[in-house]
Structures are given as structure tokens and as C-alpha cells.
């Protein structure tokens, strides 16, 4: 099965910079999502990292280390917009390759 | 491209009656899967369905059940509801299964069970 970790509550300042990670514990790994998803609505898709490294996507980047069981999803130049809950999410590598999220992390973002 | 419809958007039941959720998934996709959130639990995973089949099943009592018909659409099942099934249900659609294939998510039903 899967354990993913991540911190409940995160708050930072507008134009400043936030690292959310995530830690996971699997018994099999082929990937992991990171979603946005604002109050009120659905999660959307922000990346997806299945090998070692950084992937940048504009303002946002996401790490893995497989050896670690652990990734970060990194926002720069924070915008007021970008006030949501962070959600991680490992796919698994069993047959059937099940997706488990993780409880998600709210980012408040102040002036 | 129209995205992922949920019906209804709103419910509200009794405990002990069934309801029934609808997911229609973006044109093209095959797999749907369904979760049911809640403040603290987050995202918990229902099932999956791929091409009419349930490819994976969560750790939910057999109350919940679902359903995938030949043009994709699913449904979701709720028997002898209970008070905790008070939740958001979401439904994801995506074109394949497994490997690098991003969901993409409905607006969601919120069921209230009272």
C-alpha cells in the first residue's frame, strides 16, 4: 500500500517563494502527481515526475528522489491566486497501478 | 473539448436511503475513477473502472459499488447511507490507464446525508 506525508498548512508571502513536500512510503512506485485545487472546486493537474530530478513548468517545479520516497513542489514569484490546497499523489506499480493521494496541503498566500 | 460532468451537483438523503451519481468523462477518455473527500481524510480512492471493467477497488465497505457503461460514462452507488458518507465525491477521467496519464477532475456532487 501506500503512506504519503504532507504538511497540513503552509502560509507564505506574496512575490516570495514555498517548497511543499511530500514524503511517501509505497510498496511500489511509477509516479507522482502533484494537483492544485482551490476551494470550492476541483483539482487540477500541475505535474508529473516518474524519474529522479527537477521538471520546471513556469513559476512551478517539482523534484523527486525515488531513493528518498520524497518530492517537492516549489512556486515561485507567489501570486494571491495561487492561495489553494497542494495535493500529492503516488501512483503505485502493481498491476493495476492505483493512484493514493495524500491529505493535501492548504497554502495561504498574504500581501 | 467539454470536461468532466458530475449529476447532481447537490444531494441531500436520509441515512439509510441509496443514491446514485452520475459521471460523464471527457469524450475519448476510458478510464474513470471515482473519490470521495472530506476535510479530514482528504482524497480517498473508491475505484476505477477501464473499458466497463473495475480495474482497482479501495478500502470501502460493499455498500459503495459502481459501474462503467460501453460509452464511458459511470455511475456510483450508495446503499443504506450512513451519516459519514456526508462528502464531496469526485469523479476523474483520463485517457488511459496507469503510467503518466494525468486525471482530470469533475466539479464534483456534495452529498449531505442527514
Known amino acids: 500500500g501506500q503512506n504519503i506525508d504532507q504538511p497540513t498548512e503552509m502560509t507564505a508571502t506574496e512575490g516570495a517563494i514555498v517548497q511543499i513536500n511530500c514524503t511517501y512510503q509505497?510498496?511500489?512506485?511509477?509516479?507522482l502527481f502533484w494537483y492544485q485545487q482551490h476551494a470550492g472546486e476541483a483539482p487540477t493537474f500541475l505535474s508529473y515526475?516518474?524519474?529522479?530530478g527537477l521538471e520546471e513548468k513556469g513559476r512551478f517545479s517539482s523534484f523527486l528522489s525515488r531513493s528518498k520516497g520524497y518530492s517537492y513542489l516549489l512556486l515561485k514569484e507567489l501570486q494571491m491566486k495561487d492561495s489553494a490546497s497542494y495535493l500529492c499523489?503516488?501512483?503505485?506499480?502493481?498491476?493495476?497501478?492505483?493512484?493514493?493521494f495524500g491529505i493535501g496541503t492548504k497554502l495561504q498566500v498574504i500581501p | 473539448k467539454a470536461g468532466v460532468t458530475q449529476t447532481p451537483r447537490y444531494l441531500i438523503k436520509t441515512r439509510g436511503q441509496q443514491v446514485t451519481l452520475s459521471c460523464s468523462p471527457i469524450?475519448?477518455?476510458?478510464?474513470v475513477s471515482w473519490y470521495q473527500q472530506t476535510p479530514g481524510q482528504g482524497l480517498q480512492f473508491l475505484f476505477e473502472?477501464?473499458?466497463?471493467?473495475?480495474?482497482n477497488k479501495g478500502n470501502f465497505p460493499g455498500r459503495f459499488s459502481g459501474r462503467q457503461f460501453s460509452n464511458s460514462r459511470s455511475e456510483m452507488n450508495v446503499s443504506t447511507l450512513e451519516l459519514g458518507d456526508s462528502a464531496l465525491y469526485l469523479c476523474?477521467?483520463?485517457?488511459?490507464?496507469?503510467?503518466?496519464?494525468?486525471?482530470?477532475f469533475g466539479p464534483g456532487t456534495r452529498l449531505t446525508v442527514t
Open positions: 499523489a503516488v501512483r503505485d506499480s502493481g498491476g493495476y497501478q492505483k493512484v493514493t
Open positions: 515526475n516518474v524519474l529522479d
Open positions: 469524450s475519448g477518455h476510458r478510464s
Open positions: 509505497t510498496s511500489g512506485f511509477n509516479g
Open positions: 473502472y477501464f473499458s466497463e471493467t473495475q480495474r
Open positions: 476523474a477521467s483520463s485517457s488511459g490507464a496507469g503510467g503518466s496519464y494525468e486525471q482530470y
